[in-house]
C-alpha cells in the first residue's frame, strides 16, 4: 500500500471495487500494525440488500469491527479515527442515496465529508461507485441521484490523495 492517508477506490456494480479496497486496507493495516474499522452506510430493506450485506460481512474476517452509518457518515469517521487505525467506507453512493431519500442537503453533506477527514490520523479509504459511464437515466430521481454522485465523486477524488479506479476486477491508478 502507498503511504497515501485517503484513499477513493471507484468502479461500476460488480468490477472489484471492494474487494480492492478491503485488500488495500488489510496491507494497511499490516504496514501500522492497527485496526480495522468497516464502516457500512448500507441500509437493509429487501431480502437482496440483506443478502449483499451478508456477503460483504463473510468477505471480512474476526479482525474488522464494523460501524454502520446509513446517515451520519462524517460523525463516524470523527468518532472512529486513531493514528494507526484503517477505516474503509462501503459505499459513498449508498450514503449518497440515503441522504437523498432524507431529502438531506446533499452539497452540505459532501463538503462535510472532505472536511471530517481532511486532517484523518489514520488511513481512511472510501468506495464509491461510477455512475457517469452509462446511459442517462429516464427519471428525475434517477438524474439527480447521478448528478449528485458525480459531484460527490469529484469532491472526494480532489481530497484524496490517492484515487483508483477499478474495471473488470483489474485496478488502475488515476492519482
Not at 501500522?32 to 430493506?45: D, K, L, R
Request: aromatic share 4%; glycine share 10%.
Amino acid at each position: 500500500m502507498s503511504d497515501a492517508r485517503t484513499i477513493l477506490v471507484l468502479g461500476g456494480a460488480r468490477s472489484g471495487k471492494s474487494a480492492h479496497a478491503q485488500a488495500l486496507a488489510e496491507l494497511g493495516a499490516e504496514a501500522a500494525g492497527g485496526e480495522m474499522v468497516f464502516i457500512a452506510t448500507a441500509q437493509a430493506y429487501d431480502d437482496e440488500m440483506r443478502d449483499r450485506i451478508a456477503r460483504h460481512r463473510a468477505d471480512r474476517d474476526a479482525r474488522w469491527r464494523t460501524v454502520e452509518a446509513p446517515l451520519d457518515l462524517v460523525g463516524a469517521i470523527r468518532g472512529e479515527d486513531e493514528a494507526g487505525r484503517v477505516i474503509l467506507v462501503d459505499c459513498l453512493t449508498l450514503w449518497l442515496s440515503n441522504l437523498l431519500l432524507a431529502e438531506a442537503d446533499l452539497e452540505a453533506a459532501g463538503a462535510a465529508l472532505v472536511d471530517a477527514f481532511a486532517g484523518v490520523r489514520g488511513r481512511l479509504l472510501f468506495v464509491s461507485n461510477e455512475v457517469g459511464f452509462g446511459i442517462v437515466p429516464d427519471n428525475a430521481l434517477a438524474r439527480k441521484f447521478r448528478d449528485a454522485a458525480g459531484r460527490l465523486n469529484q469532491r472526494v477524488a480532489a481530497a484524496c490523495e490517492r484515487v483508483d479506479l477499478v474495471v473488470a476486477g483489474i485496478p488502475m491508478r488515476v492519482k
